[in-house]
Every structure is written in C-alpha cells, then in structure tokens.
C-alpha cells in the first residue's frame, strides 16, 4: 500500500504547507509509514497558593525549612513541596545542536510546563509495563 504522505517531507502534495501539530503527532505516536518515537512520562507540576507561592509540605522541617532526607515523604517524594502529575507523551533530544548542555523535550502543543515544573521518565521492562520513575 502505497503511503499518501510524501516520505521525506511527510505532505500530501506539494502544494500545502507542513502542519506541525500533526507532524508532532505523527513522531509521537507513529502512522502506517512511521514508527512512534514518544515515550511515556509524567509532568510534575508544582502547586501554586493564592498568591503564586509553593504550597510547602508538611514534612518540611520547622527548624532548618528543608524536606526530611531521612523519612520519605509520600506525598512530596523529598521536593519539600506539593505537587500535581499530568501523563505525558514526549520525545527527548539529547544530541541537538539548539542548546549546549542539557536535553530538549518536545511535548504536545495542548501540554504546558514551566521551568518549575519536572519531567518524569518512566522506565519500561520488556512488556512495555513500568518499572521505576527515573528523574
């Protein structure tokens, strides 16, 4: 079966401009001509109060204002602040000539993160079942 997609450009005719969104989409999660590329991973975003601060967790200490190392904390995992998760599909960039140290993700267009936020990698065995968050 002979694809409708151009193999290079990824356009039905010459004529039509490229459509990020759904090119993105096609990288993520694959079409009849291309293998999905995305990976399953979470978004941790921070929780905000009324006026923009951290919402702390309770395990932060009253003393030295740090999270407690020694007990984990089931509900900050040690960040010392709570937060909410979003599952994600993303691809991750580790060799781009766009930054000159450290990774590009590149995540839906309906996704918003900030720098406050952490992407969470999760590790599949060979079921394709999770393993382990890996931060």
Request: glycine content about 6%; charged content about 35%.
């Amino acid at each position: 079966m002979k694809s409708p997609y151009n193999s290079f450009y990824g356009i039905r005719n010459a004529e039509s401009e490229i459509d990020l969104r759904d090119e993105l989409d096609r990288t993520l999660n694959g079409a009849i001509d291309e293998i999905r590329k995305g990976h399953q991973g979470l978004i941790r975003t921070m929780r905000k109060d009324s006026d923009g601060n951290f919402v702390r967790c309770p395990c932060r200490s009253k003393v030295t204002d740090e999270p407690d190392k020694d007990y984990y904390c089931r509900f900050c995992m040690g960040h010392g602040y709570l937060w909410d998760e979003t599952k994600i599909v993303y691809y991750k960039n580790e060799d781009s000539f766009l930054v000159e140290k450290g990774v590009l993700f590149y995540l839906q267009y309906d996704k918003e993160i900030s720098s406050e936020d952490y992407i969470v990698e999760i590790e599949l065995d060979n079921e394709g079942e999770p393993i382990m968050p890996v931060t």
